[in-house]
């Protein structure tokens, strides 16, 4: 327990700082991120903090995998997935890059994990015996292609993907210390959530700094891999669970915009939490019912997924659907809280 308080302070500390070096440079550089109508903030902000926390973060895991006798499966080419998202997210920051473009990096490094995984002996099925593994594979493909996708359309206010993630990876921590899952299920989600949570000292409202396509993406993607890491555990109730928050509110938003025929790639203001905040509440409460609710389905994954899984999935869907309804009629004091969505 005291290395492991100690690998999480020195992780933290360092992502602090690197994410404040990189904001003065930022700033002197004039990357930032201008309000507009679709935003949630009013004053220009530096994006791209991503790249201090993936630094951070990945610095510490290349370490980890050069003194861990056994690594993960699909260890280092999650790594080389991660950095050719980095770099095609912070292109996209800076220049706007087409959707077709930075979808054939995803695919790239979708393809890449799966290469990775299958090298290192282990196929990954959601339906053993009801489908073939080609189609297996695809169905789990496209979702770890969403999986990055929303982890990036969510990140739309202060401090969400940052208590998301550090959600996530506690959950994740807590499996490995109740089951016998391998080493690398402690440390490497460790690393992770210090170096968000020394981001998060930046981005908590009012955000100093935003996560950009740059953190938001690679996390998605390092996230999803843990997820298919899980399955092939037989921890599938548990790899839904998790991130069910995210999952719910990004898929609703999605069906709903592709009913109404809108372009789904586009920036917008239509996610459950951004209704609450266009309805009066502040990014911080928001964030807080989004944490109360993520705290809910890390006991329900934790304790309650591994031996009654469909019965622990329906709980967490009540459990999401409820924070949503709670987020859609989120009143604030101000009079625009008086608004319905």
């Not at 993607?221 to 899980?230: A, E, K, N, T, V």
């Not at 719910?248 to 592709?258: E, H, M, Q, S, V």
């Not at 389905?297 to 329906?314: E, R, Y």
Request: glycine share 10%; net charge positive; charged share 10%.
């Amino acid at each position: 327990m005291l290395d492991l308080l100690t690998i999480f302070a020195l992780f933290c500390l360092a992502s602090c700082l690197a994410t404040s070096l990189l904001r003065k440079f930022l700033l002197r550089k004039g990357v930032l991120d201008t309000p507009n109508e679709r935003s949630s903030h009013t004053i220009p902000t530096p994006r791209g903090g991503g790249i201090a926390l993936m630094a951070v973060l990945l610095t510490g895991w290349v370490g980890y995998g050069l003194s861990a006798p056994e690594v993960l499966p699909g260890f280092w080419q999650i790594i080389l997935g991660s950095l050719a998202l980095m770099a095609v997210s912070w292109l996209d920051d800076v220049k706007n890059l087409s959707a077709k473009t930075r979808l054939v990096i995803q695919i790239f490094a979708v393809a890449l994990g799966f290469w990775g995984l299958n090298r290192a002996g282990l196929s990954v099925q959601l339906f053993p015996g009801y489908l073939p593994l080609w189609l297996d594979h695809l169905i789990l493909g496209l979702a770890w292609i969403w999986l990055i996708n929303l982890y990036n359309f969510m990140d739309g206010i202060d401090g969400i993907s940052g208590i998301q993630t550090i959600s996530i990876t506690l959950g994740l921590i807590i499996l490995a210390w109740q089951l016998p899952l391998p080493q690398g299920f402690q440390f490497l989600p460790l690393i992770i959530m210090a170096s968000t949570t020394g981001f998060l000292i930046w981005n908590w409202e009012p955000a100093s700094i935003f996560l950009g396509d740059v953190g938001s993406v690679p996390l998605g993607y390092i996230l999803g891999w843990f997820f298919l890491l899980l399955i092939s555990q037989g921890l599938w109730a548990a790899a839904l669970i998790l991130p069910l928050y995210y999952l719910c509110d990004a898929t609703f938003t999605l069906i709903k915009r592709l009913l109404k025929k809108q372009k789904i790639w586009q920036a917008h203001r239509e996610h459950c939490y951004q209704w609450a905040v266009r309805n009066g509440a502040s990014h911080k409460q928001v964030v807080l019912v989004i944490l109360g609710c993520n705290i809910g389905l890390l006991g329900i994954a934790v304790w309650f997924s591994q031996n009654h899984p469909w019965l622990s999935l329906t709980f967490a869907l009540m459990l999401v659907s409820l924070t949503m309804i709670v987020l859609l009629r989120k009143q604030g004091l101000k009079a625009s809280g008086k608004q319905k969505p």
